[in-house]
Nanobody, 123 residues
């Protein structure tokens, strides 16, 4: 069973930064592509960023390009999402997910999900 556990969410003022972490078993990053998604109240879950297996390439949603960075640690036991220049519209529950490496921005590509961590950005 693939387990993912997010942490690092919190409340921050606009313009601030947060770093989210997704703890994974070592084989997860070698086996799957891992993505970060977010879901705001009343909205659909949307992709934020994805890191390729084995972590050499990345994709980003247009809304976060230049502000967010996805990365993994050298031990391949964590995937991070560094979020800079945060905006109120970034407020959402953030999830990490693992799955195939097909259509990177399609929710159905990902089959294993964490429980999420809340990010709130105030003006």
């Amino acid at each position: 069973q693939v387990q993912l556990a997010e942490s690092g969410g919190g409340s921050v003022q606009a313009g601030g930064s947060l770093r989210l972490s997704c703890a994974v078993a070592a084989y997860t990053i070698s086996t799957y592509c891992v993505g970060w998604f977010r879901q705001a109240p009343g909205k659909k879950r949307e992709i934020v960023a994805r890191i390729y297996r084995p972590g050499t390439g990345t994709n980003y949603a247009d809304s976060v390009k230049g502000r967010f960075t996805i990365s993994q640690d050298s031990a391949k036991t964590a995937v991070y999402l560094q979020m800079n220049s945060l905006k109120p519209e970034d407020t959402a529950m953030y999830y990490c997910a693992a799955g195939g490496c097909g259509v990177w921005n399609n929710v159905t590509t990902y089959v294993h999900w964490g429980q999420g961590t809340q990010v709130t950005v105030s003006t």
